[in-house]
């Protein structure tokens, strides 16, 4: 009995000194795990830490139409797949919102200069035409780590420890599915106004539609 | 009317090489990371003997390295968003 006991108790020890029994890589690929595990003892960030820091209840990524339509839509997983796993880099959802409150003018319209500027990407990146999606992926119960710059969509640009060069939070999640797709800006929203008197378009497309991103 | 590019392959690691009635064969790729976004550069003489020789491992590395090096790229004036 004793002796059952003893190797019962070593068992447990085993188990939790060898850090499997952290829940929040649990629902990640045994390989992911490592990585997520070798990441934090690089940068000294803690992954779970920061996500509830910055990631709760949502992460959350933006799009241009373009690339909704033909890379994102009807796929079953998000992000880049690679190797067999799908790679996600997802900004923390509150500076999402953060940006597009920012961006979003008194007429309703969204001036893509600032969320160009306040994510980091070159000048005249989003057409004004071209209308813009933001997808929410619930990134608690998502498999999730730190990135690194080895990861399938890491530029030149990359910093370790969970935040862009410009100061974005941003997470890694793995095989993620989207729990919420959002078109924020429509085709035509910022095509300047015509001019009062100016004849009225008709049949085509008014492009004056949206919802709102908040 | 311009005639719109042919897709010659596409990649489930979010590429597409088009054959372009006029520049010839372009890649497609989205480039970003929590903001995406889609650029095309057409290949020069160079990557496309690549090509040839290497085939679809030839695009999977070029694409990957134009994620990674997108702004470089643009600088460069070879790649345009969509």
Redesign the interface.
């Known amino acids: 009995m004793k002796r059952t006991l003893l190797v019962f108790a070593a068992a447990a020890f085993a188990l939790l000194s060898s850090g499997s029994a952290r829940a929040d890589i649990a629902r990640c690929s045994k390989p992911q795990q490592a990585i997520a595990k070798a990441v934090e003892t690089a940068t000294h960030k803690n992954a779970l830490a920061h996500v509830k820091a910055n990631f709760t209840p949502k ?6 139409d ?2 909704y339509q ?2 994102v839509k009807g796929k079953p997983k998000l992000g ?3 190797g067999g796993d799908s790679y996600l ?3 923390g959802g509150k500076f999402i919102d953060g940006v597009l409150r920012a961006a979003k003018k008194a007429d309703g319209t969204y001036d893509f200069t600032i ?2 500027h306040k ?4 000048p ?4 004004p035409d071209g209308g813009l999606w933001r997808i929410d992926v619930n990134v608690p119960i998502s498999c999730y780590r730190l990135p690194r710059a080895a990861d ?6 990359f910093k370790p420890g969970g935040f ?1 060069s410009g100061g ?1 939070p ?1 997470i890694l999640v793995l095989n993620g599915r989207a729990s919420h797709a959002q078109q924020v800006v429509k085709k035509g929203v910022q095509k300047p106004a015509p001019a009062k008197g100016a004849p009225a378009r008709k049949g085509g497309k008014s492009g004056a539609k949206k919802t709102s991103a908040n | 009317m311009s005639k719109k590019p042919k897709v010659v392959y596409e990649s ?3 590429y597409k090489l088009l054959e372009d009635p006029k520049q010839g064969l372009v890649l497609e790729v ?9 650029v095309r550069m057409a290949l020069t003489q160079a990557e496309k003997d690549q090509y040839s020789a290497k085939g679809i491992a030839y695009l999977d590395g070029l694409a ?1 390295d134009v ?6 790229y ?1 600088d460069q004036g070879r790649t345009v ?2």
Do not use: C, H, Q
Not at chain 1, 59 to 64: A, C, E, P, R
Not at chain 1, 119 to 122: A, D, R, V, W
Not at chain 1, 152 to 157: I, L, Y
């Open positions: 992460g959350s990524y933006l799009v241009n373009y690339v033909n890379f880049r797949p690679d880099f997802v900004a969320i160009e994510l980091g990407l070159p005249a990146t989003y057409k399938p969509g890491a530029n030149s640009d862009t974005v941003e | 489930d690691k979010l989205v480039a970003g990371s929590s903001a995406m976004y889609a990957a994620v990674k090096n997108e702004k470089s643009r968003p969509v």
